[in-house]
């Protein structure tokens, strides 16, 4: 156990670049990891890591063994997973990565009644529409809207979720001063709410289909915002028409608040993918999580 101990303070220092760094990431002191490195380095008779005032650096050899303890460390986590699959309660952590929009509207709800049901699971979610790396980034899951992109399909798993359906609302009160658009087209006379996205571009088509047509339409916005809920507070004041999730829009369309557009054509509609390492042997608590995304999402 000791030595396991000694190659998992290696494994840290090597990933986090600085003693104290690992010391944080382990919950224990810059102290016991250079000692746990040095005793490897002791019993090895070989320099793992070289030092400076300013940065270390693994040595040639030091880089080999780090992927040998690495995979080491990971055939004894496998081994425990597997010994607590019979356990059918998962536990532990899961680092999630999720669109601003689908991660606040509709996977939340789903999280939230996971954790109360699983008391012994934790979840972190980034949300984020920057374009993840889940191998390098670390993340255990990712949820992704649009076709999918896998750089390393090979080593990463995909699985189709319901559907993202957007839809066209604006409030009575608009609506009534600058009256009903009845076809798409007829947004280019209207005052419409863009979306900003990360990269600083805006959503400037909009696009709508009908009997096998495609009406894309090119909108003018005085006011683009980066956050769904800012934009349909901005259409329940009557300032304008917002394309937004289906899911946010339709509690206000149920109390009359919103009204929904063009009701004869289909709006944009973003698929969803859930992506996750691909893994011989993947934990139960993994496994476990993605079969109630499945049941709930898919």
Known sequence: ???LKSMAAFVA?????SFSAAAALLGVTPQLIAKQVGNLESELGLKLITRTTRRQSLTAV????????????SDVDDADALALAANSTPRGKIRISAPYNYGSHRLIPFLTQYLTRYPET?????????FVNVVE???????RLGKPQLADSAALVQRGLKPFRMLACA???????????????????????????SDRMTDKLWRFTKDMQTFTIPIASR????????????????FGITLCVEDVLTPYVRRGEL???FENFEGPIYPVNLIYPADRRPSAKLRHFVDEVIQSLG
């Not at 980034?137 to 949820?143: D, I, L, N, Q």
């Not at 600058?178 to 996205?197: A, I, N, S, T």
């Open 1 to 3: 156990m000791d030595k």
């Open 62 to 73: 030091g880089r080999e063994y780090y992927s040998r303890c690495k995979a080491i460390l």
């Open 171 to 197: 409030s009575p009160a608009y609506l009534s001063r600058k009256g009903v658009p009845l076809h798409p087209e007829q947004l280019v006379d209207h005052d419409c709410l863009g979306y900003l996205f």
């Open 122 to 130: 934790e979840i972190e979610l980034e949300l984020t529409d920057r």
């Open 223 to 238: 006011l683009k915002v980066n956050n769904t809920m800012a934009k349909v507070n901005a259409a329940l004041s009557g």
């Open 137 to 143: 980034e670390g993340y255990e899951v990712v949820f």
């Open 13 to 17: 220092a090597a990933e986090s670049d």
């Open 259 to 261: 009204v929904v557009l």
